[in-house]
């Protein structure tokens, strides 16, 4: 358990409304992400942070931005959401040894 | 591009009835095969990394092994408990990316 929390847990906002998820860890681990996890699909980088305001993109990344401007903290924003941005959200950290751990998810509708 | 591809979708076994899930990849220089288990509504939980050919980890019920091409996670007298979604991920060598599979819906009937 990497001592991380998401919120919010659940989120509904409607199309073309800007929304932002945040993530925070307890363990000062260096490397963290945000995915999103869609029936069919499986787990999909969105961003990931490799350190405090270095960000990189995922394979899903239009539509999404990240910022980072603590160790302990990563937001993902959604500049303005649409419906095809609904889905489970998760965060992870990664450790020294390459193991990712994720927080419970930030389940997210946009009507 | 590194690919994942989990095997079988769903699989049903009977309590105490011993099966393998399989992970079959392509990645350009494997510095990891990650196994993790997730349940309904939950984040998914780290189980297992295997980092070269031959390497195996157990854990209570569950086994995991690596060739060069794929890993299997074998689960030996399962129990109702076990049931879960079962997930495989690779990460290349000097990336930090991890790339997954879409899991294999494990349920195990009493």
């Known amino acids: 358990d990497a001592g991380i929390t998401q919120s919010p847990r659940h989120k509904v906002t409607e199309t073309g409304t800007p929304v932002t998820l945040r993530c925070h860890q307890t363990e000062n681990h260096r490397y963290m992400y945000w995915y999103r996890q869609d029936p069919g699909h499986g787990l999909r980088l969105i961003h990931y942070?490799?350190?405090?305001?270095?960000?990189d993109k995922g394979e899903v990344s239009d539509g999404y931005s990240v910022s980072r401007s603590k160790t302990e903290d990563f937001l993902l924003t959604l500049e303005s959401a649409t419906s095809s941005q609904t889905s489970v959200y998760f965060c992870a950290t990664q450790t020294h040894s390459y193991e990712q751990y994720f927080g419970p998810g930030t389940r997210l509708t946009v009507t | 591009e590194d690919q994942v591809t989990q095997s079988p979708e769903a699989l049903r076994l009977q309590e105490g009835e011993s099966s393998s899930l399989n992970c079959s990849y392509t990645v350009s220089g494997l510095r990891g095969l990650f196994w993790y288990r997730q349940d309904p509504g939950k984040g998914p939980e780290f189980l297992f990394t295997l980092y070269s050919a031959g390497e195996e980890k157990e854990k209570e019920r569950l086994k995991a092994t690596l060739t060069k091409k794929e890993s299997f996670l074998h689960i030996t007298a399962p129990k109702p408990e076990d049931s879960a979604t079962y997930l495989c991920?690779?990460?290349?060598?000097?990336?930090?990316?991890?790339?997954f599979g879409t899991g294999t819906r494990l349920t195990i009937i009493p």
């Open positions: 942070s490799y350190g405090v305001k270095d960000t």
């Open positions: 991920a690779v990460q290349p060598g000097g990336n930090e990316k991890l790339t």
